[in-house]
């Protein structure tokens, strides 16, 4: 008898290198779907190609210069800006105790749930000159007139850098909180016997070992920053953003769009290319298993105070003015919101949002079961270049999807006016079917993300079990994974609903025909200064937003090994 007898593990293993030599359904509908989602960043480059009556060469000699200097200005200030709020305030709420300290553990956090075009609309109805802040600071002081005072313009690109800092610090604070929060307690109590305060502590110790994540966090800021179109519009910023919309709808050049959509990939790329360059041939390990509750310093005082107003700030300007004012004007003009179809575009968004999470979740998770039962290096290649979409602008993937769908919709008009002398019209283009494409190859990438790390926690050992007591690779999935799987799939099904219900520039272009969401509503009330009207809508979406905040919060306080509840009297 053979005394080399294959283990679930190894069996699943030489199992998967048979697949792949056979290639099955799995690893087909993988590529199928790895291709699908690619479609529209391939159709930006061959557009971008294309000829483009000499625009390009218009836009080099007027606009270009200006949208690469302001977008690298804004991409600079907001990137600082993240980095000083989201990583201080992740080392005060972790490291040290304070009143409000509890509170703030999970509140920091809310500011990701207000759209950045929602907090604009917001900024520049109290800022302006006929907003409420300057209309009290002119009854204080007696002031007439403008000429008598000065105040900042609200329309800049320093707003614009200041209110993207506000809604997208969280992603720096989330990350660098988790990775405080797994950091050894060993090098804290070194630090400390060296003679090391707080301060020194965190920037000679804590954040050099949290730099890989504070890196990720300020690289999805930027991705997010470079995406915006309603705050930049709105504050009359010329981005490349706006300026894919300038040449696009006011020049008439779907070439020129996509020239300029290439040179935002490409900016894209290399903020990516540069986070991993950054981190080359670093290595950042956990030297010991001695975790316990990480050790605190009490503050007291003024430093208590500074503490806490240092995570107030924030907080404050990012979501609790904001939630307060829209809460005010959604109870006084309600009656005016409700005349004009919000709940119509209230259902259009919940369904649209809704169908898209869902198709995006299944998607997710075939690709990455497929990834699992292949194995194999292409594949995975294939899918990771997929689920690029989260880190391009809607914009540029906007433009990427108009010209497909029109060729294909094109093709199935003349086929059917050939073979049956019926036209078709249009099957793709301007409809929510398109939209819903639009919205998955933006955000795959959340869903297949969650769903390949949910993968990854769960053994081989499993897979070769199932399938030796006869279970499909299906079945297995149903069966054994699925149960397994179910908090990472309501993860995945609520940021991606959230995502596409704040989603604007991607909606704006895609949407049929007298088609509104709430994101789209907002906007164009909003950019009308009827503010008042849609704060409904804006407090909407907000409000959609929250839940997954929370969840996400509750999230990384559990990762740490060896944690306690907080003391009574800083928890509140």
Not at 2 to 14: D, M, V
Not at 177 to 184: C, D, G, N, P, V
Not at 266 to 281: S, T
Not at 399 to 415: S, T
Request: hydrophobic share 50%; with cysteine; net charge positive.
């Amino acid at each position: 008898m053979p005394t080399n007898i294959a283990t679930p593990e190894r069996a699943l293993s030489w199992h998967d290198g048979a697949r792949i030599s056979r290639i099955d359904v799995w690893t087909l509908g993988t590529l199928a779907l790895a291709a699908i989602i690619m479609v529209p960043l391939v159709s930006v480059v061959v557009m971008a190609l294309s000829p483009s009556d000499r625009i390009w060469s218009h836009l080099v000699d007027t606009v270009l210069w200006q949208y690469v200097r302001v977008t690298l200005t804004l991409m600079i200030g907001v990137g600082i800006g993240v980095t000083v709020i989201g990583a201080g305030t992740a080392w005060l709420v972790t490291m040290c105790r304070f009143p409000g300290r509890g509170i703030f553990n999970w509140a920091m956090l809310l500011p990701l749930a207000v759209p950045a075009y929602v907090l604009a609309f917001v900024v520049t109805d109290q800022l302006e000159y006929a907003g409420s802040v300057q209309t009290a600071l002119r009854a204080l002081f007696g002031w007439q007139s403008r000429q008598d005072y000065w105040f900042p313009e609200v329309r800049s690109l320093g707003s614009a850098i200041v209110v993207m800092t506000l809604v997208l610090y969280p992603y720096v604070y989330l990350l660098a909180r988790a990775a405080f929060l797994e950091q050894s307690v060993c090098v804290i109590e070194v630090s400390r016997t060296l003679g090391r305060g707080p301060w020194r502590s965190f920037f000679h110790v804590a954040l050099p070992l949290a730099r890989p994540a504070i890196v990720v966090g300020v690289t999805l800021a930027l991705m997010e920053t470079v995406n915006d179109f309603g705050t930049v519009d709105f504050f009359a910023v010329n981005t490349f953003t706006a300026g894919i919309y300038d040449v696009w709808l006011n020049m008439n050049s779907r070439a020129g769009a996509a020239q300029l959509a290439t040179v935002l990939l490409l900016f894209v790329l290399a903020l990516i290319g540069a986070e991993r360059w950054g981190r080359r041939g670093q290595r950042y390990h956990h030297t010991t298993t001695k975790y316990r509750e990480l050790p605190s310093y009490r503050l007291r005082g003024g430093r208590a105070a500074l503490a806490f107003m240092a995570c107030l700030l924030p907080l404050a300007l990012g979501f609790i003015l904001p939630a307060a004012v829209l809460a005010n004007y959604a109870l006084s003009f309600y009656e005016e919101t409700l005349s004009k179809d919000f709940f119509v575009h209230a259902v259009n968004s919940l369904t649209l949002s809704a169908a898209s999470a869902a198709i995006a979740v299944a998607a997710g998770i075939f690709m990455a079961y497929g990834v699992r039962l292949s194995g194999g290096s292409v594949i995975r290649s294939v899918t990771r270049l997929a689920s690029v979409g989260y880190a391009i602008p809607g914009a540029v993937l906007a433009i990427g999807i108009v010209f497909p769908l029109g060729l294909f919709d094109n093709a199935v008009d003349g086929l059917s006016r050939t073979l049956f002398g019926v036209p078709t019209g249009l099957l793709l283009s301007g409809t929510i079917a398109g939209l819903i494409y639009g919205y998955l190859a933006r955000f795959l990438a959340l869903s297949y993300g969650t769903m390949e790390s949910s993968l990854g926690k769960i053994t081989p050992s499993m897979d070769g079990a199932s399938r030796t007591l006869g279970h499909t690779p299906g079945g297995t999935l149903r069966r054994v994974h699925f149960p397994l799987m179910r908090g990472s799939l309501l993860t995945a099904a609520l940021l991606v609903f959230v995502d596409c219900m704040k989603e604007l520039p991607l909606t704006l272009i895609l949407r049929p025909f007298n088609y509104d969401t709430l994101a789209t509503f907002v906007y164009q009330y909003a950019s009308d200064e009827l503010l008042e009207e849609s704060a409904l809508g804006a407090l909407s979406i907000v409000g959609a937003g929250i839940l997954p905040v929370i969840m996400l919060s509750i999230t990384v306080t559990r990762s740490r090994p060896g944690r306690s509840e907080p003391d009574a009297g800083y928890a509140a």
